[in-house]
């Protein structure tokens, strides 16, 4: 009955009837909750899963990254492409991940500008935000004796390491790329960990890049396919064992997740000394860094407190709407 339902369906109302906002207000309040997402993106250290958890998305989005399942693949194989549509969150997905298009766009020069000349403002601002969120976290994760410590502790030093390790060489195998695209695009629904600086941790940064330079150059567009099949794969494969994580083992998992977001801090410490650098594709790139402590209170110094306080409690405003709500 529900594929001769389907059959039935125009395109527009194939698209329009799955899941999603139901009103103009709730589609433009998730348009810029995909824009943050897409900044966050483009903001080493930060992720995309931080912005969603920080605007309350973050469940939503694992379900409907969950709608893509082997019901859609069928239709898909069998070119039934109107069936295909109506089994997943497409509503929610386009909107959210239009959004994101958006600010990777039209916010990369604007990013680039704000970093480069005011790089300690900036990641003053996001530490102030995350440390919210992970007060946020913190409260909801209910019993922090025993695994719910354990995990939390684990998931600090997983962060702690991994966004200081200094990237290393690595195959340029079909395989290896498909892991690549697997591994990075699992920052999207990841908190505390940064797509682009996972491609720079895996040696692939400047091999990716090359190749969007020119798409449609042959060799180009295989990596290119295998890289996004990978991110297709993983973000199918990750969110399903997240999502059952969550189910089974919720407390435990909120605090990782929580741990993952006070190890990436090590990342997102506004002071920092560049310790080695990299020319990528005629731009220099940081590649590793320390963090250190100011020099001196001045007058950046206070700018910088009042910004993360600002991002603070821009945040738990934002928390507490929600609950409200």
Not at 124 to 142: D, E, K, N
Not at 160 to 183: D, K, M, N, Y
Not at 257 to 271: A, D, E, F, H, N
Request: hydrophobic content about 55%.
């Amino acid at each position: 009955m529900q594929s001769k339902e389907t059959n039935n369906l125009s395109w527009k109302e194939a698209i329009l009837s799955t899941k999603g906002p139901t009103t103009l207000r709730e589609s433009l309040m998730l348009f810029i909750k995909g824009l943050f997402m897409g900044a966050a993106n483009i903001i080493p250290g930060v992720s995309g899963g931080t912005i969603a958890l920080i605007t309350g998305i973050y469940q939503e989005l694992l379900f409907a990254i969950r709608s893509v399942d082997m019901t859609t693949i069928r239709f898909l194989k069998q070119f039934e492409l109107r069936k295909a549509l109506n089994t997943v969150h497409l509503k929610f997905l386009s909107i959210l991940f239009g959004g994101a298009a958006v600010a990777i766009f039209s916010l990369a020069y604007l990013m680039n500008y704000v970093f480069r000349n005011y790089a300690v403002l900036t990641w003053a601002f996001f530490f102030g935000l995350i440390i919210a969120s992970i007060v946020i976290m913190g409260i909801r994760t209910q019993k922090w004796l025993g695994s719910g410590g354990i995990a939390f502790l684990l998931g600090t030093a997983f962060a702690f390491i991994f966004v200081g390790l200094i990237p290393v060489s690595t195959p340029e195998s079909w395989w290896f790329i498909l892991l690549t695209g697997a591994v990075a695009i699992c920052t999207m629904i990841l908190p505390g960990l940064s797509g682009a600086f996972l491609l720079l941790i895996l040696g692939k940064y400047e091999y990716i890049t090359a190749a969007l330079k020119n798409p449609f150059y042959t060799a180009n567009f295989i990596v290119l396919s295998h890289f996004m099949i990978g991110c297709v794969l993983g973000l199918i494969a990750f969110s399903r064992l997240l999502s059952f994580m969550l189910r089974r083992y919720e407390n435990a998992t909120m605090a990782f997740l929580t741990g993952i977001m006070c190890g990436s801090l090590r990342k997102v410490w506004p002071w920092k000394e560049v310790l080695e650098t990299r020319v990528i594709r005629g731009k220099e790139y940081i590649i590793s860094e320390a963090n250190i402590l100011p020099a001196s209170f001045n007058n950046e110094l206070a700018l910088a407190i009042a910004l993360a306080v600002i991002g603070f409690i821009l945040v738990i405003v934002l928390e507490k709407t929600a609950v409200k709500k």
